[in-house]
């Protein structure tokens, strides 16, 4: 496996559902990052960790959980979501070093759909 | 006022045209500005990267980014039906990206 890779690629489930988004990335960085993509919005970031260390929290709603345990996996659990969080789930990965964010690198993304 | 405005177009291009595609910026903090290719069903894919104003020329792609006026632009030469895609510029502030919502472009051959 070469890059980020995202499992599921596809996820339906209902409001009372919990299920986990899975993002592991071969790039040994130091980086992983959680956005969302609705159509026609631009990317919303989630989450940012660091070092397996959580740097940001974009206001996301308790819901959605992130769980970094090292570098290169990165999960995001659900549970009771909405219909509107129904969206592409994208992972990134960068090496910041001294430039800050770094060139990130895109998994495909998990569509969800909530029903 | 959006951080970063991008047309979300469709722009629709016959084959072997030049291609243009703009965003502009409201906060004079970002740093490296980035183009992101994002093809259907796909995650977005690095382009291009760079941090001072001027060109950056890879291939049939030129990225060109104007602080003074905060403006930045992706140029698309001899362009393809291969290049059809949704195109994302991306800004760095600290640790974090801001991206438009993107442009998707359409090549006709």
């Known amino acids: 496996e070469t890059g980020v890779t995202q499992t599921p690629r596809h996820l339906v489930m209902g409001m009372t559902n919990k299920k986990s988004l899975k993002c592991e990335q071969h790039?040994?960085?130091?980086?992983m990052y959680w956005y969302k993509q609705s159509a026609k919005k631009p990317l919303e970031l989630m989450f940012v960790?660091?070092?397996?260390?959580?740097?940001e929290n974009n206001s996301v709603p308790s819901r959605f959980s992130p769980e970094c345990p090292n570098s290169s996996h990165l999960f995001l659990h659900l549970h009771t979501l909405q219909p509107e969080d129904s969206a592409l789930y994208l992972c990134?990965?960068?090496?910041?070093?001294?430039?800050?964010?770094?060139?990130?690198?895109f998994g495909p993304g998990t569509r969800l759909t909530v029903t | 006022q959006k951080e970063v405005e991008q047309d979300p177009g469709p722009l629709s291009v016959p084959e072997g045209a030049i291609v243009s595609l703009n965003c502009t910026y409201s906060?004079?903090?970002?740093?490296?500005f980035m183009w992101y290719r994002q093809y259907s069903r796909k995650g977005p894919e690095l382009l291009m990267y760079?941090?001072?104003?001027g060109n950056k020329e890879d291939g049939r792609f030129t990225a060109q980014v104007d602080k003074s006026s905060k403006y930045i632009s992706l140029f698309i030469r001899d362009s393809q039906p291969s290049d059809s895609a949704t195109y994302l510029c991306?800004?760095?502030?600290?640790?974090?990206?801001?991206f438009g919502a993107g442009t998707i472009l359409r090549v006709k051959s």
């Open positions: 991306a800004m760095s502030k600290g640790n974090k990206l801001v």
């Open positions: 960790y660091n070092f397996k260390e959580q740097t």
């Open positions: 790039l040994g960085h130091n980086a």
């Open positions: 760079t941090y001072s104003s």
């Open positions: 906060n004079s903090a970002f740093q490296y």
């Open positions: 990134a990965s960068s090496d910041p070093g001294l430039a800050g964010v770094g060139e990130q690198y």
